[in-house]
């Protein structure tokens, strides 16, 4: 079982900058393909980000060459770098993990661990 714990989130103006972590616990996540989510005010969640215990990593369209995921293994944590950052990106961010595929990220994996949240809202 893994718990994750997001940070990092706030307020920040347009252009701006903020990096968000995700810390786990209860198990290593080494093998796990972990992922960024964010739900936005009246709209689903969507994938942002995901890499693989390989480091591949992949991004969707919409934050393509301004975020950055990568992990620390010997932490245990998750990063989400997020520069250039709009108000379209407001929304809640959350960290997810899941050891089904032994580290890789198939497409429309359904993950199975979440964390609870970190705010960005962006102006």
């Known amino acids: 079982h893994v718990q994750l714990v997001e940070s990092g989130g706030g307020s920040v103006q347009a252009g701006g900058s903020l990096r968000l972590s995700c810390v786990a616990s209860?198990?290593?996540?080494?093998?796990?393909?972990m992922g960024w989510f964010r739900q936005g005010p009246g709209k689903e969640r969507e994938g942002v980000a995901a890499?693989?215990?390989?480091?591949?990593?992949s991004y969707a369209d919409s934050v393509k060459g301004r975020f950055t995921i990568s992990e620390d293994n010997a932490k245990n944590t998750l990063y989400l770098q997020m520069n250039s950052l709009k108000p379209e990106d407001t929304a809640m961010y959350y960290c997810?993990?899941?050891?089904?595929?032994?580290?890789?990220?198939?497409?429309?994996?359904?993950?199975?661990?979440w964390g609870q949240g970190t705010q960005v809202t962006v102006s």
């Open positions: 997810a993990a899941d050891p089904s595929y032994g580290g890789r990220c198939p497409p429309h994996l359904i993950f199975g661990y």
């Open positions: 209860g198990n290593t996540v080494s093998r796990h393909c």
């Open positions: 890499i693989g215990s390989d480091g591949r990593a």
